[in-house]
C-alpha cells in the first residue's frame, strides 16, 4: 500500500507564497511521475503541474512562471512553490503519484487527501 501526505496549505494574501509538501510511503520500488492537481468549488480537477523522471516539469499555462514544481527522490516528496498567488488559485490541491511496486513494472495510481489553499485579502 501505498500512501501520500500532503501539507503546506492555508490562507495567504494576493501576491503571496506557500510551499505545497507531498510524502510518499509504503511499498514503493520507483516513482515514474509526481503531480499536483487542484479543485475549485464546483469545477472539474485540473492539472497543475507534472513531473516525470528523466523529463521536465510540465505547468499548466495558468500556473507558468510562478510556481515550480520539484522533487526530492531519496525522500520520496515532490514540492510545488506557489508564487505570485491569486484569488483563482483557491483550490483544494491534490498531490497525485504513479509508482511502481512490484518487480513486475505494473504501474499504480495514487492521490493524496488533499490540502487547502485560500489566496484572500
Known amino acids: 500500500q501505498v500512501q501520500l501526505v500532503e501539507s503546506g496549505g492555508g490562507l495567504v494574501q494576493p501576491g503571496g507564497s506557500l510551499r505545497l509538501s507531498c510524502a510518499a510511503s509504503?511499498?514503493?520500488?520507483?516513482?515514474?511521475?509526481m503531480a499536483w492537481y487542484r479543485q475549485a468549488p464546483g469545477k472539474q480537477r485540473e492539472l497543475v503541474a507534472t513531473?516525470?523522471?528523466?523529463?521536465?516539469?510540465n505547468y499548466a499555462d495558468s500556473v507558468k512562471d510562478r510556481f515550480t514544481i520539484s522533487r526530492d527522490s531519496p525522500k520520496k516528496t515532490v514540492y510545488l512553490q506557489m508564487n505570485s498567488l491569486k484569488p483563482e488559485d483557491t483550490a483544494v490541491y491534490f498531490c497525485y503519484a504513479i509508482v511502481r511496486t512490484t518487480p513486475s513494472g505494473r504501474t499504480y495510481q495514487y492521490w493524496g487527501q488533499g490540502t487547502q489553499v485560500t489566496v484572500s485579502s
Open positions: 509504503g511499498s514503493i520500488l520507483s516513482i515514474n511521475q
Open positions: 513531473l516525470t523522471t528523466g523529463s521536465n516539469p
